[in-house]
């Protein structure tokens, strides 16, 4: 936004502390002459004559006084706002530097806390996780194109061998095609819910999470009952507030990665919901091979699956529990991964409690 040029801060400052002294100064000095004049004889015209020649010799004294103060006043408030007004420069300089596309800047401002150390350390903070958030989506945005690239080589190799050998059979290629294709589409679609998780497109309302669980259940228990599974599911009411679609998003995608992610038979899942005074929490617990916490912090990554975990033709496009991750945040919740000292993974989902029914949220 255009602006018309104006004063400095410095030079308001300095301004305002010459203003005051000026005035403090002329207060005094008029303090000071009327307490000489009270000492003057109360003859009429000697006392006319005495103020006459007390003002005559009390004014150039105090012209030269407040001269001596506008001089002082200026020149030291100059000083003393730039002193003031460093760590300001300081925030700004970070700010330019910001602004020019370079995050690793820091201000690190240096004394004891004031309102000025406080701007500073906070702008560093938002800087940093403004960095961080930059980095992620850099990285997301370079595993999203590879992945969604993939699919597409692989479709054009099949259509150029398919193009080279006219007379071979092609039930496999459209077989082969189809799964592709499917793949990418799963891929889209993941990224796309990702994306509206993000950006918290949604009108809040009341959600059971309870119920929210055992509906993603009913949807995947086919899927574990084929694979020799045992889902078990527990817990009250749990109220909360979101999008109902985004919520069981999430617990289906938690249910599915506890699912394919587990023993090749007689495994188990434990789905429990519980409600807090402030929160309600959806845990997910599966059995599985032994996880390191190393392995495990990184399981939320969009695209990055633990090496050591069972793969499957269910395993996913890699976005699952980064999605999970997603809605989560996106209803001011929190998502805590924690390896099973029996094996497996235990998933917690913690979002706010839904306000007592009637009272605003």
């Known amino acids: 936004m255009d602006r018309a040029p104006g004063l400095s801060v410095r030079l308001k400052l300095t301004l305002s502390y010459a203003g005051f002294l000026m005035l403090a100064g002329a207060v005094l000095l008029v303090a000071v002459y009327f307490s000489l004049s009270r000492g003057v004889h109360p003859g009429v015209i000697f006392l006319v004559r005495s103020h006459r020649a007390l003002l005559h010799d009390f004014a150039p004294t105090a012209a030269i006084v407040l001269a001596f103060l506008l001089v002082f006043g200026l020149l030291g408030g ?10 300001l420069t300081r925030i700004t300089d970070a700010t330019r530097i910001a602004a020019d596309g370079s995050l ?13 150390r406080d701007l500073a350390d906070t702008f560093d903070t938002m800087l940093a996780r403004l960095e961080a958030h930059v980095a992620e989506q850099q990285r997301f945005a370079a595993n999203a194109s590879h992945e969604l690239r993939t699919p597409l080589a692989v479709t054009q190799t099949l259509l150029d061998v398919a193009r080279k050998d006219p007379n071979r059979d092609n039930g496999e290629l459209v077989d082969r095609l189809h799964a592709v294709n499917t793949r990418a589409i799963d891929l889209t679609e993941a990224l796309l819910l990702l994306s509206r998780a993000d950006q918290r ?42 999008s109902h679609a985004l919520l069981l998003q999430m617990s289906t995608n938690l249910l599915h990665n506890a699912i394919v992610h587990n023993r090749p038979e007689e495994g188990t899942v434990w789905v429990t919901t519980s409600v807090h005074p402030k929160s309600a929490v959806l845990t997910v617990e599966n059995t599985g091979e032994k996880l390191t916490p190393q392995l495990v912090a990184t399981l939320a990554e969009p695209f990055l699956r633990g090496t050591k975990r069972i793969r499957t033709d269910h395993a996913g496009v890699g976005l699952g529990l980064a999605i999970v991750k997603s809605i989560a ?25 839904a306000p007592p029914t009637g009272v605003a949220a």
């Not at 690793?104 to 000025?116: A, P």
């Not at 993974?345 to 706010?352: A, H, I």
């Open 78 to 87: 100059w000083i003393l706002a730039g002193r003031m007004l460093a760590p």
């Open 104 to 116: 690793s800047h820091r201000i690190q401002l240096e004394g004891r806390k004031d309102e000025f």
């Open 201 to 242: 497109s949604f009108t809040p309302e009341h959600v059971d999470l309870s119920l929210v669980a055992e509906e993603a259940t009913e949807t995947l228990l086919p899927l574990a009952e084929q694979r020799g599974l045992t889902i078990e599911t527990s817990g009250d009411m749990t109220p909360t507030m979101g």
């Open 329 to 353: 945040q996106a209803h001011d919740g929190t998502l805590t991964l924690t390896p099973r000292p029996a094996g497996g993974l235990r998933v917690t989902v913690q979002l706010p409690a």
